[in-house]
């Protein structure tokens, strides 16, 4: 089993930044991907950026430039800076963990214009 622990979510205005964390523990596996999803109301959840345990790095095409994801794998911690925010990143944002799929909570971003 492994647990999810996400933090940092909050709402902002229009070109602020957030920074949001998640913490993995219980059976980490050596080689992982961690990554982070959001879903807004009404829509599927998507891809937000992926990043694998060696540092390989995967965004959607609607965040690069703007957002990075890291990690530190002595916490099996990851992050995603979130930087230039606009109203429609507003939605849930979910971290990921992979082998076996465990997802977190979720935490809310709310961007207002």
């Known amino acids: 089993q492994v647990q999810l622990v996400e933090s940092g979510g909050g709402s902002v205005q229009a070109g602020e930044s957030l920074r949001l964390s998640c913490a993995a523990s219980g059976s980490i596996f050596s080689n992982n991907v961690m990554g982070w999803y959001r879903q807004a109301p009404g829509k599927q959840r998507e891809l937000v950026a992926t990043i694998t345990s060696g540092g390989f790095t995967n965004y959607a095409d609607s965040v690069k430039g703007r957002f990075t994801i890291s990690r530190d794998n002595a916490k099996n911690t990851v992050y995603l800076q979130m930087n230039s925010l606009k109203p429609e990143d507003t939605a849930v944002y979910y971290c990921?963990?992979?082998?076996?799929?465990?997802w977190g909570q979720g935490t809310q971003v709310t961007v207002s214009s």
């Open positions: 990921r963990y992979r082998p076996n799929d465990y």
